[in-house]
């Protein structure tokens, strides 16, 4: 077992900027460490489907971005402290959602992660 648990989010000002983090905490004897998974975020706005964000490798050697964020976010992880981190900047409106992290056997902009968290709000005002 893993369990996430995001942080970091809020309200910003347009242009500002907002780092999220999600810890993650592995169950006793469980075999399902942080390291072994790729992490991702996603982002949910209200009445829209939930969308691909960023996501990082195992070791955090490579990365992908939803062309709406690349630019402007950077996903990274440390897997020393068993957390991943999603720094946002130049946040425009329309980032303005709740944004959850993901963990799972492979990098993928699909959803079909293994362990998600409940996600924090984060809300971009003008």
């Known amino acids: 077992q893993l369990q996430l648990v995001e942080s970091g989010g809020g309200l910003v000002q347009a242009g500002g900027s907002l780092r999220l983090a999600c810890a993650a905490t592995e169950g006793v004897a469980s075999e399902d460490t942080f390291s072994r998974f790729a992490v991702a975020w996603f982002r949910q706005a209200p009445g829209k489907e939930r969308e691909f964000v960023a996501t990082i490798t195992l070791r955090g050697w490579s990365a992908d971005y939803a062309d709406s964020v690349k630019g402007r976010f950077t996903i990274s992880r440390d897997n020393a402290k068993n957390t991943a981190y999603l720094q946002m900047n130049q946040l425009k409106l329309e980032d303005t959602a709740r944004y959850y992290c993901?963990?799972?056997?492979?990098?993928?902009?699909?959803?079909?992660?293994?362990?998600w968290g409940q996600g924090t709000q984060v809300a971009v005002s003008s």
């Open positions: 993901a963990a799972g056997a492979a990098p993928t902009r699909e959803a079909n992660y293994k362990y």
